[in-house]
């Protein structure tokens, strides 16, 4: 069955250092996600990426985020200056169609901001 | 903005019982999707729902889609343990409008299940 990877599992980093999110969505799949998930609470919804742009992006996808997708297989979130709110668990997902079948989530990156 | 609202938040059952989660959307779907996520994991689509007043079964799991498509439900029948986790509902607005059609998940109802 297609995976979606993500790497690294675990990251933990300095307030206001600078971390990069990396991840390689299913080879066919024409959309991709980033999701967080703050320990024991809900998904939220941060960005959708479509033809090497975003689509839509939430309140939470700030100046201080931004998404590329730098070759054809990897897709990235960068956080440019970390706060201590932004320790989450970071999804990334992709589909093959936005309305038909669902979204194919990694494994997770678990962010800590000391 | 789109709320989806999800109950209960927990659910404790003893193995055989029946479970069941519901889900209320403050607008129209386009459709409704449902995903499980066990302890430590991430999220694993289980079902769409599309057309209004959808019933599908996925083995002891019946999922529903409301007549107006803003609530849903899931119920599973006979638990067994290995049915612990969290299940989550997702919701997708209307194409159209400013929303290119983010998914936006309930709260979700955490299962625990004793043997």
């Known amino acids: 069955e297609p995976e979606v990877t993500q790497t690294p599992s675990h990251q933990v980093t300095q307030m206001g250092q600078e971390v990069i999110l990396r991840c390689v969505p299913i080879?066919?799949?024409?959309?991709f996600y980033w999701y967080r998930q703050i320990l024991g609470q809900k998904v939220e919804f941060l960005v959708s990426?479509?033809?090497?742009?975003?689509?839509?992006k939430s309140e939470i996808f700030d100046d201080q985020f931004s998404v590329e997708r730098p070759d054809g297989s990897n897709f990235t979130l960068k956080i440019r200056s970390t706060k201590l709110e932004d320790s989450a668990m970071y999804f990334c997902a992709s589909s093959e169609w936005v309305r038909r079948g669902g979204y194919t989530f990694g494994s997770g990156t678990r962010l800590t901001v000391v | 903005g789109q709320q989806v609202m999800q109950i209960p938040q927990y659910q404790h059952v003893q193995e055989g019982e029946d479970f069941t989660t519901y889900c209320n959307s403050s607008?129209?779907?386009?459709?409704i999707q449902w995903y499980k996520q066990r302890p430590g994991g991430h999220p694993v689509f289980l079902i769409q729902l599309v057309k209004s007043g959808e019933v599908k079964k996925q083995k002891r799991l019946t999922f529903q889609f409301g007549e107006a498509k803003k609530n849903s439900s899931l119920h599973i029948t006979a638990t067994q343990t290995t049915d612990v986790g969290t299940y989550f509902c997702?919701?997708?607005?209307?194409?159209?409008?400013?929303?290119?059609?983010?998914?936006?998940f309930g709260q979700g109802t955490i299962l625990t299940v004793h043997p």
């Open positions: 607008t129209t779907l386009s459709n």
């Open positions: 990426f479509y033809n090497n742009e975003i689509s839509e």
């Open positions: 997702a919701g997708q607005p209307i194409a159209g409008g400013t929303s290119y059609g983010k998914l936006t």
């Open positions: 080879s066919n799949h024409l959309y």
